[in-house]
Each structure stands twice: as C-alpha cells, then as structure tokens.
C-alpha cells in the first residue's frame, strides 16, 4: 500500500487508517511473523503496512505459540521413549531358567551328582562308609572280604574318584557356558541402554538448540518494541514543545 499524501496508511489487518508514525512497512517484519501472519491472513503483502497495535498482537501470539510448541516437544519426548520402550521386546531374560530347561535328563543328573560330590555332606559320607568298611574287616572275622591292607577299598575309591572327576568336569563345562550366555545377555542389555541414553540425549541436544533460538527469536522481538516504543517517544517529544510554548506566550 503507498504511503498517501497526509502522512496515513491503511493497515492491511485491521484495514483503517493509520499514522505512518504508528506503522512499519510489511518489508521490515521478521520473517517468523510474518509466517504467523499469512496462516491467518494469506492476503498479507509484505509490500504493504502494519499498524504497531495488530504487529504486536502478532508478536504476542508467535511467542505464545512457541512456548506451546516447546512444551509439546516435551511430552512428545516422553511419549516417544515409553513407546519405544514398549513396542521392543525385552532384552533382558532369566538365563538360567532357559539353560535349565534345555538340559537333558544325563546333564541334570551329572549336576546333581557334581552338586553332592563337591558337599560336606558326600564327605561325611566317604568317611563314614571308610570307617564302618575297615572296622568289619579288622573286628569280623567271619565278614572279612577285604582284609588288611584293604586293597578293595583302595580299588572302590579309585573308581569313585576316576568316575566322579570327568563328571565334576562336565558340570563345569556346563557353568562356563551359562556364564557365557549370561555375559552375551549383560552385553545385548548394556549396549540397548547405550542406545536408548544417546536417543535421549540426541533430543535433549535438539530441544536445547530450539529452545536457544526462541530465546533468542523472543529477545529480538522485544529489542524492537523497545526501538519502537524509543522512536515514537522521540517523535512525540518535538510536538509537544510548540504547545507548551504557546501556552507560556
């Protein structure tokens, strides 16, 4: 819209006349404005003007929009993390419950047997089965199967020893690979927790960066109400002069 001759313009917004003192020209406006703007009125040219009154109402409502924006970026977020966290299966899992039940009826035995040779209580017993074997021998003359220096007894726990050893072995064998799996599974656990920490911060880093700059985009705004404010006090100034010296004349 041109500037007319009496020093008004027509406002584009609210359409009245308006002192080219009290307008700016669309050219001026921030480009964030005028994007708020042109969702309202798409006719807005940035060749035409603006009234100070319908600009900061703009202003007003591009802040408020931001804030809005920035506080539903942080329930997003957390939508977004519940969500992903829902949606995957669970990595973490009870290892020896799985081992368990993979385990066949030999490998559980051998457990079993690995579990009570390696006790107090298969201890007593060895001891106690020595001790009642050598009392027979030496004490019943009549139930002597083995006597002094009891080589049967010596070839028995030969035989027990010779078998319970590759058994204990297999068992152990059996230990180190439920470590193994459970170390793969700490792994898959940790390095998903490691994902998971750096998407979040990843969005931490970008909300931060966006709300940077509508601090700044805010601060902006209001350093030019201020100019505004500034330049409209000057120009009230020097009309006020002439009226207070006539009124002294």
């Not at 003007?49 to 804030?67: A, K, P, S, W």
């Not at 010596?154 to 193994?180: G, H, K, T, W, Y």
């Not at 927790?193 to 969005?203: G, P």
Request: charged share 25%; aromatic share 6%; proline share 3%.
């Amino acid at each position: 819209m041109v500037k007319k001759q009496n020093g008004t313009v027509q406002c584009q917004i609210c359409g009245k006349q308006k002192r080219a003192s009290v307008s700016v020209l669309g050219e001026l406006v921030r480009p964030s404005i005028v994007a708020t703007i042109q969702r309202t009125h798409p006719e807005w040219s940035p060749h035409g003007y603006i009234c100070f009154t319908d600009l900061n109402h703009f202003r007003g409502q591009y802040v408020e929009e931001m804030l809005e924006a920035e506080k539903g970026e942080l329930s997003t977020i957390d939508q977004e993390v519940v969500r992903s966290l829902s949606e995957h299966d669970l990595l973490a899992s009870d290892i020896a419950k799985e081992y368990e039940d993979q385990l066949t009826f030999g490998e559980r035995l051998a457990d079993k047997v690995a579990e009570f040779a390696g006790s107090w209580s298969f201890i007593a017993f060895a001891i106690g089965i020595i001790i009642v074997w050598i009392l027979l021998n030496l004490l019943i003359v009549a139930l002597r199967w083995d006597p002094y220096p009891f080589i049967l007894l010596n070839l028995v726990l030969s035989c027990i020893a010779a078998l319970q050893a590759p058994i204990i072995i297999m068992s152990q064998n059996r230990q180190a690979e439920r470590d193994r799996m459970r170390s793969q599974e700490d792994y898959k656990v940790n390095l998903k927790a490691e994902l998971e920490i750096r998407h979040i911060s990843d969005k931490i880093d970008h909300i931060l960066t966006k709300q940077w700059e509508r601090m700044m985009d805010i601060m902006q705004i209001q350093m030019e109400q201020m100019e505004e404010i500034a330049r409209k006090s000057q120009k009230e100034k020097p009309e006020d002069k002439p009226k207070n010296g006539n009124q002294s004349g």
